[in-house]
């Protein structure tokens, strides 16, 4: 356990001086920092009228949180939801975690929820729930966790056409996608937060 914890001090003190130009993947590559331009046209400076229908794969999927219970993001059709994806061994994923510890407390009271879905561990094996659930309490996560499977990644993957952490997706009340973010840094941060509260205020 004191293992786990020195690890997350050095990640969290690497991700602060690398998050600016690199993402996580399980084969170590590296991505280059921003909102992926070749996914929809999703922006903080998008019109309502753009935005498409979230993908029927992301929200059907039935996810287990780390008390085993299952949803489904179809049941949070109403709130704004910020979905990330994350892994312990990231460095830009942890990097970000205060901005979405951030966003929740701010708009908790607004029907925002972010949820964060870890991806394993770097062999691609399943993150133990110990682990997570030791990292979350030293992290002081606020905000929902669960688990995301292989099938749940690949259609992740499938809308940003990256396939590396962390990436987020931000989902509307109505079920639409209103924004699709890559990689780490303070831009892709930035304009994170600018469509979070676009999309709450719309």
């Known amino acids: 356990?004191?293992?786990?914890?020195?690890?997350?001090?050095?990640?969290?003190?690497?991700?602060?001086?690398?998050?600016?130009?690199?993402?996580?993947?399980?084969?170590?590559?590296?991505?280059?920092?921003s909102v992926d331009e070749s996914a929809p046209p999703l922006s903080a400076e998008s019109k309502k009228s753009d935005y498409p229908p979230a993908p029927v794969g992301i929200m059907q999927e039935e996810i287990k949180d780390l008390d085993g219970n299952t949803f489904k993001f179809e049941d949070k059709k109403g709130k704004v939801v910020l979905i990330n994806l994350w892994a312990i061994w990231c460095g830009p994923c942890i990097g970000e975690m205060p901005h979405l510890i951030e966003m929740q407390e701010k708009y908790r009271d607004k029907g925002f929820e972010v949820v964060g879905l870890n991806v394993g561990d770097q062999d691609g094996q399943v993150e133990p729930v110990d682990n997570i659930k030791a990292f979350a309490a030293k992290m002081n996560l606020n905000y929902q966790l669960g688990y995301a499977d292989n099938k749940f990644v690949s259609d992740f993957f499938k809308i940003s056409r990256?396939?590396?952490?962390?990436?987020?997706?931000?989902?509307?009340?109505?079920?639409?996608?209103?924004?699709?973010?890559?990689?780490?840094?303070?831009?892709?941060?930035?304009?994170?937060k600018e469509s979070v509260d676009k999309t709450i205020n719309e």
């Open 162 to 192: 990256r396939d590396g952490i962390p990436q987020s997706l931000i989902i509307n009340r109505e079920g639409e996608l209103t924004g699709v973010f890559t990689g780490g840094g303070r831009g892709v941060i930035n304009k994170m």
């Open 1 to 33: 356990m004191r293992n786990l914890f020195t690890n997350l001090v050095l990640f969290f003190a690497l991700s602060i001086a690398f998050s600016g130009f690199t993402a996580c993947s399980n084969t170590a590559t590296t991505q280059k920092d």
